[in-house]
């Protein structure tokens, strides 16, 4: 059965009253941007980050396959390539914010991927907020900078935007890392960030300690610390949730899909998705789609 393509969607696609913009960054309010732009909730992926923060309603947002319950107030974050859908109650309310890497890495370079909360497999791309003014009067205040148009807008923006990142951030860690030690915490997101660089290619944990100066022993060590993983569990989770997006979101064949990722051919593919899903690829395409 062929599966229809999923959108990918670039920041001059969404609707804006500004005749000019150097495509780098756009705001709009949640409840706004559900009622302008058509199929939003169906899935789809974007080339660009995504901050949206839900400050009323309920619903459900699905990321790769993992579907997550909307309780405000709270802050969910997409990476480019990452595909995602929602289902939202009409009373919907938030702010969402989309922003190019270089529009953020032309003053931080590398601070962007070493946020936790974007390029991981393993870490929740959302953080509950605490219920008190400090993030809606944030997002606001760059809401309302983004509206008008003066002098310097896109430095106030990053700045307000590093701001938020960093909060979050600060957030993230107190929440999801309190009991790990930093250094192999570091270590296991620079691994991530590597694999997601190089896993069509490389699949040995031995290719990863050795770009880390680390042995494979001491890599199977921080991640297991760390995520509760192998790092051969964390290659293989990046290979098949690649394989899950093109199964469930492209027209490519079974044998298409298999060539992509670096298989020998389709049987081998076949084994390694039943092994690592529970399923074979046909099955989980026609199960899920």
Not at 19 to 30: A, I, P
Not at 60 to 83: A, K, N, R
Not at 120 to 141: E, G, I, R, T, V
Request: with cysteine; net charge negative; glycine share 2%.
């Amino acid at each position: 059965m062929k599966q229809k393509q999923f959108p990918v969607y670039c920041i001059e696609e969404f609707p804006s009253e500004e005749k000019e913009r150097d495509n780098v960054f756009y705001m709009t309010r949640l409840e706004t941007l559900v009622k302008q732009f058509e199929n939003i909730d169906k899935p789809h992926s974007h080339t660009f980050y995504l901050v949206m923060m839900v400050t009323e309603g309920t619903g459900t947002h699905t990321i790769d396959f993992v579907t997550h319950q909307i309780e405000p107030p709270q802050l969910f974050f997409l990476t480019p390539g990452q595909v995602h859908s929602w289902n939202l109650s009409p009373d919907i309310k938030g702010i969402s914010v989309f922003f190019e890497a270089n529009f953020f890495l032309q003053h931080y370079p590398q601070r962007l991927y070493q946020y936790p909360f974007f390029h991981s497999q393993q870490h929740k791309p959302l953080l509950a907020l605490p219920a008190d003014d400090f993030w809606p009067d944030l997002m606001n205040c760059m809401y309302h900078e983004y509206e008008r148009q003066l002098p310097h807008r896109n430095e106030v923006l990053l700045s307000y935007l590093h701001i938020t990142l960093e909060n979050a951030a600060r957030l993230y860690r107190s929440e999801t890392f309190q009991d790990k030690a930093p250094g192999a915490v570091a270590k296991v997101r620079e691994f991530e960030l590597l694999l997601n660089q190089h896993f069509l290619q490389k699949r040995e944990v031995k290719d990863y300690a050795d770009m880390l100066h680390i042995t494979p022993n001491h890599l199977n060590v921080l991640c297991k610390s760390t995520v509760g993983k192998t790092a051969s569990q964390l290659i293989h989770e990046r290979v098949i949730v690649e394989a899950q997006r093109l199964l469930l979101h492209s027209t490519l064949s079974i044998k298409e899909i298999a060539y992509k990722l670096h298989f020998d051919d389709n049987s081998y593919f076949s084994r390694f998705f039943k092994k690592y899903s529970g399923k074979t690829p046909e099955q989980f395409r026609k199960v899920e789609g």
